[in-house]
């Protein structure tokens, strides 16, 4: 694309060195540009992308969009923020595939991973091609293998990019995770949404939001962008829900669904069983009995969520019920891996999310059987939520395990002793410490018995540990199944 039509379509302070040049691509990467991109210099939590641009130039950066002057000699783009403007330079290198596509993001602290795949499989079970985006990829079909991802939600260039490729691959229909980051930092601002999910929000990325208060006016602004044509699904049981509806535009349609709170869906007659969960789902006062293969009143939750997404797109609640009914779990998401002992692996790494689970694994624990759970937290992450997760796991299990997460650059025993704060007594008996995931993991065949039900909690999906000075292949489902082989 011409430089010059680059300029046209967005907002920049100044142009210096101007000469029109083809730009090929978009990078903020000074490792990874090729010949022929356009530089941007994006300012982030711990490095500043304008340090990198002249080693950017010698790779083959051809412009720069930066916030100040440099003393390079190609054409600059100056922006009050690279962060913002990085977005509309992708929209319009893109051509703003969006626009021609029904996109819809979910967004919440729990649940968005589920919630996406199920509606990927009704929008399927409808005959009706969904594209999938979210913390495990992005995917054009069920059935297709996931491409590497990095983020929740991808950075701008990347998020326009893959919406290009699924226009062009004649798939119509979106479903998108949407993280409270990703709305932060720009990273879907020009991404046309018509509907948008809410499934929860509870405590989370504080680290980065600092407080409730912030975090909340980050999901938000993915339903105040919502418009007169576009639709909402809430949920009405979250204490959250009043003030999102209050500020969505009165021409949007919003269809709330809860289990407690009278809602326009509604799960009634619960039932939990070994092998999954029935209910009867409630709409326009009729009733359809549901009988999943999921598990846990989260995914009774989760459910409703796509359930009203394929609601306000159309597909009959029939058709709903054969997709969900035929719906196995998520990678990662409240996994069963073995059985005697029944071992769980699922990826809640906050307090709410972590009581949710282990809630859902007790009902399938025998009576003469432990709850063991095994988990750790994050390293820099938000960390008065470690004392909070550990009491949770001391309240709800017979015996935990305390190790690593992903520690980073912290120390990880540091986390440990964070976690073990919460607790109100350490029994060595019921209390384990071992801050190598690897043999915390083997000490799990030692100290369980065979009608046991063990959670890993915390990874789930991820098949990688990210330590102090290098990131290593690991993989709890693998760990698991040599340890109990």
């Known amino acids: 694309m011409d430089l010059s039509k680059i300029i046209q379509n967005i907002k920049t302070k100044e142009v210096l060195n101007f000469k029109d040049i083809d730009i090929k691509g978009i990078s903020y990467n000074s490792n990874t540009i090729n010949s022929h991109e356009i530089f941007v210099c994006l300012k982030g939590e711990h490095v500043d992308g304008h340090d990198f641009a002249q080693s950017a130039f010698e790779k083959g950066a051809v412009a720069l969009m930066c916030e100040r002057p440099l003393n390079i000699e190609i054409p600059q783009l100056i922006v009050n923020s690279t962060q913002e403007s990085i977005a509309d330079l992708a929209a319009v290198f893109y051509n703003n595939p969006s626009y021609e596509l029904n996109l819809m993001g979910v967004t919440g602290t729990n649940g968005k991973t589920t919630v996406c795949h199920l509606v990927q499989k ?96 980050a999901k938000s602004k993915l339903f105040k962008n919502l418009k007169k044509g576009n639709f909402a699904v809430i949920n009405n049981d979250d204490k959250y829900a009043k003030r999102l509806i209050d500020l969505i535009d009165k021409e949007v349609k919003i269809l709330t669904y809860g289990v407690k709170n009278k809602s326009d869906l509604m799960a009634k007659n619960i039932e939990f069983m070994s092998d999954g969960v029935a209910f009867d789902c409630i709409y326009n006062e009729k009733s359809l009995h549901f009988k999943l293969h999921l598990n846990g009143m989260f995914s009774v939750y989760n459910c409703l969520a796509a359930i009203g997404v394929g609601l306000m797109n159309g597909i009959d609640l029939e058709t709903i019920k054969n997709a969900l009914e035929d719906t196995r779990s998520v990678a990662g998401r409240f996994e069963i891996v073995r059985t005697n002992p029944m071992v769980i692996v699922d990826y809640a790494h906050t307090p709410d999310g972590l009581e949710n689970i282990l809630r859902a694994a007790r009902e399938l624990t025998p009576k003469n059987g432990n709850l063991i759970c095994l988990f750790g937290c994050g390293g820099n992450r938000d960390c008065t939520k470690r004392p909070k997760m550990g009491k949770i796991a001391q309240q709800l299990c017979d015996k935990i395990v305390i190790t690593s997460d992903n520690p980073r650059q912290e120390d990880p025993q540091q986390i440990i002793t964070d976690i073990l704060s919460g607790l109100t007594l350490i029994n060595p008996k019921t209390v384990f410490v071992e801050s190598d995931r690897h043999l915390a993991i083997k000490l799990l065949k030692d100290i369980a018995g065979e009608n046991d039900v063990l959670v890993l909690a915390g990874k789930g999906h991820e098949n990688y540990q990210i330590l102090a000075d290098k990131t290593i292949h690991f993989d709890d489902r693998e760990e698991v199944n040599k340890v109990f082989d």
Do not use: W
Not at 162 to 186: G, M, P, Y
């Open 122 to 217: 009704i929008f399927e079970e409808a005959r009706k091609k969904c594209a999938l985006i979210g913390t495990l990829g992005y995917k054009l079909s069920s059935k297709d293998d996931y491409l590497e991802a990095k983020h929740t939600t991808p950075q701008a260039p990347q998020m326009q990019e893959t919406l290009l490729k699924i226009l062009k691959s004649d798939v119509l229909n979106v479903i998108t995770e949407v993280s409270s980051h990703a709305l932060e930092q720009f990273r879907v601002k020009n991404c046309n949404f018509s509907g948008a999910v809410f499934t929860n929000l509870t405590q989370d990325h504080l680290d980065y939001h600092i407080t409730m208060e912030n975090y909340f006016n």
